[in-house]
């Protein structure tokens, strides 16, 4: 008897359609999975078996061939226990889909030797997958319902084990769980408040949350290098429903959700060591998936001691920099990654760390010039922000030099937002300004222009950099409510970049 269950998989974070074709014949009792399974489906053949056994069903010695169409597809996970069990226990006439069930529901899920229903990755893919393609409804294990419930208009049928997928299917009936507000963000502990002193890169940060511009933080050790950038999420605005579907998208797929945190609703923060590699950071491997510049997407990437970070990851950062995504081709396809972060580097200014204190270096001018070889021109030009970060004094040390709570920031973070938002019409910030929306919304008058002039002779300005003043110029005229760009904006802006 042929059987056909409904299930999914993905190739990077897009989900496609899979029809498990279940054939139950008479024959020697063999049991093969075809359609470029991995060796998780080629391994789960004893973990089905088992769990349809140890579910109280008696497995007569037949021929089963499974075949995951399509075929010329390479598919990966654990997720096809459960319709496979389904396509076997149908096949086998153990249960009846006399309601029609499995034909306008997706199953997924994997199961353990006794038949329970264990988490699976990517489980929010294939429920978006399902309600676009306009299914009724998905069955899943429980463990992945807070996940899956985040997605409005589809029916979700958790399951623990196999004997409740069966009722579900026979007679209807479902397991009862309520769904906790899943949505409201998590209260942070650190505030912006916990750093003394350090006005001026307070201020960058600002600039940087408010029109999601990149920035790199040059300092000696100890200067709160590393506390500020860690801040910075304190002050962006929460995410909102459509952003948070597309982290934990990304985070599912990638096998980062659990029980204690299925729905990622706060703003990412990653910081990789610096040995982290190349793919780790911006991803791939045999079958991609996402690294820590996609796991980061609407929150903050963040790389400590930047120029001990390898040449090469360094390097391969420069695309999804100014593009916003990631592009990886393998023999597989053609797969796209979202990397819509904020950028944020901290390196020191020399190989001592001391570089801004003349009496307290001991490297040569030589040791200068090798160390600052590392951050390379292609890579400066791409970040928005160069701050300079020295240590505090004893004075700012000892007193209460604590500035604005992370609170009060992110109120005038969000109106300028806000005034983005409006003005582009869409979830679009200055840093992601095209050359027309720059030409539209970043006319100098005659004082400013004269200015830049002198700016981009002094400076030696390439088009991208002289395109980044304007954007960061065109914030902070959002942050002071001026409509247009005036000469005090557009002279900080400049300040902010490497000398």
């Known amino acids: 008897m042929l059987v056909k269950i409904l299930s999914s998989s993905y190739l990077g974070i897009e989900p496609f359609l899979v029809e498990v074709e279940v054939d139950v014949v008479n024959g020697l009792p063999i049991f093969n999975i075809v359609g470029l399974g991995d060796a998780t489906i080629s391994e789960s053949r004893d973990r089905i078996r088992s769990a349809i056994k140890n579910m109280g069903y008696m497995l007569e010695p037949r021929r089963l061939i499974v075949n995951l169409t399509p075929a010329n597809v390479k598919k990966s996970g654990s997720h096809f226990d459960l319709p496979i069990a389904l396509g076997i226990m149908l096949g086998m006439k153990f249960i009846s889909d006399y309601r029609g069930i499995l034909s306008e529901y997706l199953v997924m899920g994997e199961l353990s030797l006794t038949g329970e229903v264990r988490r699976a990755e990517g489980v929010i893919s294939g429920v978006l997958m399902a ?48 769904v906790a507000n899943c949505l409201k963000e998590q209260k942070v502990l650190i505030d912006m408040w916990d750093v003394k002193g350090q006005s001026t890169a307070k201020r960058a940060l600002e600039i940087s949350a408010a029109g999601g511009h990149n920035i790199i933080m040059v300092g000696a050790p100890g200067s709160g290098k590393s506390m500020l950038a860690k801040r910075l999420i304190t002050i962006l605005p929460p995410m909102s429903e459509k952003e948070i579907i597309e982290t934990t998208k990304i985070y599912s797929v990638s096998g980062e959700l659990d029980e204690k945190n299925p729905i990622i609703v706060n703003r990412p923060f990653r910081d990789p060591h610096h040995t982290s590699t190349a793919t780790s950071i911006i991803g791939g491997g045999r079958i991609p998936k996402p690294g820590e510049i996609s796991l980061s997407n609407n929150g903050v990437l963040f790389l400590d001691e ?25 023999s597989l396809g053609k797969m796209e990654f979202p990397a819509k972060m904020i950028f944020v580097a901290a390196c020191n200014p020399c190989p001592c760390g001391n570089g801004f204190d003349e009496d307290l270096c001991t490297c040569t001018p030589f040791d200068i010039r090798r160390y600052a070889k590392k951050l390379s021109g292609p890579i400066i030009d791409r970040i928005d922000l160069y701050i300079e970060i020295y240590r505090l004094n004893e004075n700012e040390i000892l007193k209460d030099s604590r500035g604005d709570r992370s609170e009060l920031i992110r109120e005038r973070v969000l109106e300028a937002r806000i005034i983005q938002n409006d003005r582009f019409g869409q979830e679009k910030l200055n840093a ?67 000398n």
């Not at 930047?306 to 990886?328: A, G, N, Q, Y």
């Not at 088009?463 to 904006?489: C, F």
């Open 306 to 330: 930047f120029t001990e970070f390898d040449r090469v990851v360094t390097e391969s950062l420069r695309e999804p920099l100014e593009e916003k995504r990631i592009s990886i081709t393998r």
């Open 131 to 178: 309600k676009s393609q306009g299914f009724k409804g998905v069955i899943i294990p429980e463990s992945n319902f807070e996940e899956a419930s985040i997605i409005k208009g589809i029916h979700i049928v958790p399951v623990k084990n196999i004997r409740d997928a069966v009722n579900f299917i026979e007679l209807g009936e479902i397991r009862s769980r309520r």
């Open 432 to 498: 992601d300004m095209l050359n027309q929306d720059i030409e539209k919304y970043c006319i100098l008058d005659k004082e400013c222009e004269k200015i830049i002039r002198g700016a981009i002779r002094s400076l030696n300005l390439s088009m991208r950099t002289y395109h980044k003043i304007l954007k960061v110029a065109r914030t902070i005229a959002d942050l002071s409510g001026s409509k247009n760009i005036e000469k005090p904006h557009l002279m900080e802006a400049i300040t902010y970049r490497k």
